[in-house]
């Protein structure tokens, strides 16, 4: 279907300077309009079904979405002067050293310069979390690295979900590399993942200082909301107030209960990826992570309709991190989340320590009164952020802005989707 607004690289190239030159985010809405007014024609031409229209529709939305991806990974090779990036390529920076982009070889490669950068920048991850993150992905964790040492300085991660959705994580480069044009490259790099894959739908969480250059590469905040940082002192040191007991009919059981394919759906259902290399056995095995669920106590959980709430949690360098936290409505996602809360004990956070981690190190007494429970709330829910309210927790003043590639969320994430009102907690800003 000739479906798009401009129809070659240099066009898209000229828009894209264009935006860059009026901060304007034109490009992306002249294709959408465009894209609608093919697709209200269909009905008249072929005389189609409503069924066989609807598919017809969603292979032309798929169409779109792979078209920008490409397009847009194409548009930044020209407007930016980069040359095209294989899976290694070499590039001299202003300064002068010869540098080389290329997927990790292994998890450990990576691992020597993330826990650091963890660390060092205070994202707070738990020192488990790159193995989840890079085994959740079809696509590789991508390195820079400069030729005369061998050692990476930097990386980025094209997260590309089973049903070829995509999310930009973990874009850093080490701060002696920064300023010198790399992390533009390597951003680029990750571009040509999602096009040689032809990802749909392609998000981010933007710390505030680089929203304007993801703008600039064609990303478009999301207008329902940003992602928001909530924190709470240990139940330990500060008792829950509220109690939350399941509603009759339902019964709260441990996440490890739940078949992992109900995890994927209901997750799939909430956020538009599709993760079944997340929502494994080995994820429910890592020593940091537990969880809960609230589910119909009259029914085998056989499927999603019976997931009523779930959520579940890991360690982070500054206590516990909880996400996501998905709920049929508020009170069972307070179920969840206080039950949850009261397992986020001192004496369980020694049992799973960390890497080069001080706190895991501490007697029970200082972590009670050291660590933080954390979670990502996203404010598109507009109940959100009224559940972790009543439980204690509050802002941290750390918001995230989750952007979109030419402002096309999955569609669970867009006006009316199911993340709306279902969606309380991210899984964390690394993997949306
Ligand atoms: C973001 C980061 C990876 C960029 O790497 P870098 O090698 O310094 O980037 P470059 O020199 O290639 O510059 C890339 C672009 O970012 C912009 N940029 C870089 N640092 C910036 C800053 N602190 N504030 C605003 N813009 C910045 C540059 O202007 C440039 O824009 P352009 O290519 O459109 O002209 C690096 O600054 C970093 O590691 N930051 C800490 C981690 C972080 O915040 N990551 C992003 C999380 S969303």
């Known amino acids: 279907m000739g479906l798009t607004g401009v129809s070659n690289s240099r066009s898209v190239e000229y828009l894209l300077r264009t935006t860059l030159m009026h901060t304007s985010r034109s490009i992306w809405p002249v294709q959408r309009s465009k894209m609608h007014s093919v697709a209200t024609l269909v009905p008249d031409r072929y005389q189609m079904r409503a069924s066989s229209l609807r598919l017809h529709v969603k292979s032309a939305v798929a169409e779109q979405h792979r078209w920008n991806t490409l397009q847009a ?39 020597t310069i993330w826990w650091p950068f ?59 590399h920064r300023g010198l044009g790399l992390g533009r490259q390597l951003f680029q790099a990750c571009m040509d993942e999602f096009a040689r894959d032809g990802t749909r739908y392609v998000g981010l969480d933007a710390v505030a200082e680089q929203k304007r250059t993801y703008e600039r590469r064609g990303f478009v905040e999301s207008s329902l909301g940003l992602v928001k940082c909530f924190s709470r002192e240990l139940p330990s040191m500060r008792p829950l107030e509220t109690h939350a007991e399941p509603s009759n009919g339902l019964k709260l059981v441990d996440i490890k209960e739940i078949p992992n394919n109900l995890l994927v759906q209901s997750d799939l259902a909430h956020t538009g990826f599709e993760r079944s290399q997340l929502w494994t056995d080995d994820y429910k095995a890592r020593p940091d992570v537990f969880g809960y669920a609230v589910v119909d106590s009259e029914q085998p959980q056989t499927k999603p309709a019976h997931l009523v709430s779930w959520t579940t949690v890991r360690r982070c360098s500054q206590g516990y991190r909880f996400g996501p936290l998905y709920a049929r409505d508020v009170d069972s996602a307070r179920v969840v989340l206080a039950a949850a809360m009261k397992k986020a004990t001192p004496g369980r956070l020694k049992e799973s320590p960390l890497r080069n981690d001080p706190l895991s190190e501490a007697p029970e007494s200082d972590i009670s009164e050291r660590a933080q429970l954390a979670v990502e709330v996203w404010s598109g ?8 309210e009543d439980l204690g927790w509050k802002k941290v003043g750390v918001n995230y802005h989750r952007m979109w590639l030419g402002g096309q969320p999955t569609p669970e994430q867009d006006e009316g989707g199911l993340a709306h009102h279902g969606m309380f907690a991210v899984f964390d800003a690394a993997i949306g």
């Not at 707070?124 to 964790?141: E, H, P, Q, V």
């Open 73 to 111: 990974s194409e548009a930044l090779q020209h407007t930016f002067g980069l040359s095209a990036s294989g899976q290694h390529i070499t590039m001299p920076s202003d300064a002068g050293e010869q540098y080389m982009i290329r997927p990790c070889a292994s998890v450990q490669e990576v691992e």
């Open 118 to 176: 963890m660390q060092n920048l205070g994202w707070n991850r738990s020192s488990y979390d790159l193995a989840t993150y890079i085994g959740c992905s079809k696509s590789k964790m991508l390195l820079v690295i400069p030729k005369s040492t061998g050692r990476p300085e930097g990386h980025i991660q094209a997260t590309i979900y089973d049903n070829s959705t995509g999310w930009v994580a973990m874009f850093i480069m080490d701060a002696a």
């Open 381 to 388: 829910n507009p109940t959100a952020e009224r559940v972790f």
